[in-house]
Nanobody
């Protein structure tokens, strides 16, 4: 009933920029906190950035000052602007919503811990 779909991943040279998008679809009433995670080959998944429903943000130390998370509540979309990319930023980036409230017939229901399929970001030296 609720899907998250990421886009914007690409191959970019070090120092370049990319903007990732994550659009939620379905009969959505509201989305609580949204997150961007990444997983590099052979490494554990890492929380990159978080934005809550009020717009407050937090970042992993490794991306502070380079990445910016934002959201468009009217269109149920979250973005990740990535600047000054480094080879170590290479990973599959996935968006996550901790709670999505959606219309299910006449009622509101919650979908918890919703994930997108991921988008690949490759940064060449």
């Amino acid at each position: 009933q609720v899907r998250l779909v990421e886009s914007g991943g690409d191959l970019v040279q070090a120092g370049g920029s990319l903007r990732l998008s994550c659009a939620a679809s379905g009969k959505i009433f509201s989305i609580n906190t949204m997150n961007w995670y990444r997983q590099a080959p052979g490494k554990q998944r890492e929380l990159v950035a978080t934005i809550n429903s009020g717009g407050s943000t937090s970042y992993a130390q490794s991306v502070k000052g380079r990445f910016t998370i934002s959201r468009d509540n009217a269109n149920n979309t979250v973005f990740l602007q990535m600047n000054n990319l480094k080879p170590e930023d290479t990973a599959v980036y996935s968006c996550n919503a901790d709670r999505v409230t959606f219309y299910s017939g006449s009622y509101l229901s919650n979908a918890l811990d919703v994930w997108g399929q991921g988008t690949l970001v490759t940064v060449s030296p």
